[in-house]
């Protein structure tokens, strides 16, 4: 398919979104969440189509699959959205001059955002959410793994916004196929940023492809730290949700690095997790403690390559450290930069571990399942920004924003 026609329009959409009033964007988010909840059977009919086609033992199944509950949540997180302040005509910084211009900084759309994700559904409303809101175009790239869904959600998006007069090519979903994904990365005539949202594959050949510029997102290596002084009552919960709760998402516990003083703890902080089925790859030290007391089926030796995994399963490794400092390299060596956690009593221990571990989300005893636009009361997210440049962590409204420079003068000219 040739794309550039498509492109066009939602260029040519998006300057209509530059005089719509805040009321009327708020409308139509809270009329989409509505009818997301009125169709649901119809998404989940198409949802199954997609499902069909994948292997329930495939880690991205959880991720593809909606129901009727997830619906809702996302429904009610586009009310979120729509009840948040607009991002856009804020002043960022003002100064006057000493000869007398005023000068400001002043938050803008964008323009057309492309966001290129896999096999999550739920991206099509949030993505369309927070961009509208923002005052941003989007154009979309699912994956071929859930395209029936996105389809059927881009259709009750696009008459939504028509029944409210608003011009649907605001939104654009693309064929799911590789020409498209090509055409959409080298569009810098009519795309002003890329956002991938997926697996590492995915980010590494977006960011060695595109001819925009891209925020990266998505990969979530994480880990959870027990220190010498960790309360084991607490850090047996915290690991249990950060590694159950939702296998399949970026902020799920992937090691666990538990303090040298402290192994004769471990069977009891991994407990939960055994009775989640949760295979184990242990280092020499932790496995020799895991030995006989966790289930021999799920207990595995570690080696160099079970680390720096992000596993999106029910799996984990478990590494010894000999201190904070120890624990702390590892991180920086094998994370993803995405969410780091330590379980600690130890107040000098929390203050090191968050100066000098490098990530965008560092959580203190608590759990990184945390790490999520909505939990942050962003009220969604267009993803985990894993890089330094612009937006860091969940994105939400602002980061969809950057700004311009407003002069204002009485007739001053430079000598």
């Not at 959409?13 to 009818?35: F, H, P, Q, W, Y």
């Not at 997790?273 to 207990?299: Q, S």
Request: aromatic share 6%; hydrophobic share 40%; proline share 3%.
């Amino acid at each position: 398919m040739n794309c550039i026609p498509v492109f066009k329009r939602v260029v040519t959409a998006s300057k209509e979104l530059s005089g719509m009033g805040t009321d009327v964007i708020n409308t139509v988010l809270r009329n989409v969440a509505d009818e997301a909840l009125k169709k649901s059977d119809e998404i989940i009919s198409e949802n199954h189509k997609d499902l069909a086609k994948m292997e329930v033992s495939d880690p991205r199944y959880d991720r593809l699959e909606l129901t009727r509950d997830r619906i809702s949540a996302i429904a009610s997180d586009m009310r979120k959205v729509a009840d948040l302040p607009s991002p856009l005509g804020k002043i960022l910084s003002e100064t006057t001059r000493p000869n007398g211009l005023k000068i400001s900084r002043i938050s803008v759309p964008f323009g057309t955002i492309g966001v290129i994700y896999e096999a999550r559904p739920n991206v099509t409303f949030d993505v369309f959410a927070l961009c509208f809101k923002s005052g941003n175009a989007c154009i979309l790239k699912g994956g071929s793994d859930a395209i029936n869904s996105n389809v059927a959600i881009t259709k009750i998006i696009r008459s939504t916004l028509e029944k409210n007069g608003i011009n649907p090519d605001i939104l654009a979903l693309l064929p799911a196929g590789r020409s498209e994904t090509a055409q959409l990365l080298t569009a810098g005539k009519y795309v002003d940023m890329i956002v991938p949202r997926g697996s590492r594959g995915l980010i590494d050949f977006v960011r060695e492809n595109a001819r925009i510029p891209i925020i990266e997102t998505g990969a979530g290596i994480c880990h959870t730290y027990f220190d010498d002084s960790g309360d084991k009552e607490m850090g047996r919960k915290i690991i249990n949700n950060a590694k159950t709760r939702r296998v399949s998402v970026c902020n799920a516990l992937d090691c666990l690095i538990i303090h040298q003083n402290r192994l004769d703890d471990l069977a009891y902080l991994v407990g939960l997790c055994a009775d989640k089925n949760v295979i184990i790859y242990a280092d020499a030290k932790a496995y020799k403690y895991l030995k006989g007391k966790y289930p021999a089926h799920l207990l595995m030796k570690a080696d160099k390559s079970s680390f720096g995994v992000e596993f999106l399963s029910y799996k984990m490794t478990v590494k010894t450290a000999a201190s904070v400092n120890d624990a702390i390299r590892h991180i920086n060596t094998y994370g993803s930069k995405h969410s780091e956690a330590i379980i600690s009593e130890d107040k000098k221990n929390i203050e090191w571990f968050k100066l000098l571990v490098d990530a965008s989300s560092i959580y203190t005893n608590t759990s990184t399942a945390f790490t999520d636009g909505a939990e942050f009361g962003l009220g969604a997210e267009i993803g985990i920004s894993t890089q330094k440049l612009h937006a860091r962590g969940p994105m939400a409204l602002e980061a969809l924003t950057t700004y311009k420079w407003i002069i204002e003068g009485n007739g001053q000219i430079r000598q």
